[in-house]
């Protein structure tokens, strides 16, 4: 990015074809304008798991677990509106619609992209990825939880 061959535009991005220059031409909602020969599309469509449907989904709605959560700002405004599973992001545990923790039950990875960034980054050998360390994270809580109890 710094030598300038790679451009990253913002949000809403917009592509066209230019065959009177042989490249795309693209705009953003910040009035980028480019025209490139290659095209890189490495956008991550919006997560919604109103999509999901079956028996867990209807079950986690019943007890409350899966709803709506509006995350508001650190002004206070209302900002990011969640649909699916509220998480503590320290140790990846539900919050019920009380705001408590459930005991014993974790959610990661994907599903928490708004709020967590770079979930969708797969794991692989010789590289300690933040799904790796979510996983490890809730791996070492649940063990210690384990021999506390026994």
């Known amino acids: 990015m710094e030598a300038g061959v790679v451009k990253i535009l913002g949000p809403e991005i917009k592509v066209e074809n230019s065959p ?17 020969e290659t095209l890189l599309e490495a956008r991550l469509p919006k997560i919604d798991l109103s999509l999901f449907d079956g028996d867990l989904r209807e079950n986690l709605k019943k007890r409350g677990w899966f709803r709506k959560t509006v995350i508001k700002k650190s002004n206070g405004n209302e900002g990011l509106i969640l649909d699916g599973v509220l998480i503590n992001k320290r140790n990846f545990q539900v919050i019920d ?9 974790y959610s990661f990875g994907i599903p928490h992209e708004p709020l967590i960034w ?15 360390k979510e996983s490890a994270k809730i791996s070492r809580d649940i063990f210690k939880k384990t021999i506390m109890d026994s």
Request: net charge positive.
């Open 20 to 36: 009177r220059k042989k490249c795309f031409f693209a705009t953003s909602i910040f009035k980028e304008k480019i025209y490139s």
């Open 97 to 105: 619609k009380n705001g408590q923790e459930i005991s014993g039950l």
């Open 118 to 132: 770079f979930t969708t980054i797969l794991p692989r050998q010789g590289v300690n990825t933040i799904i790796q």
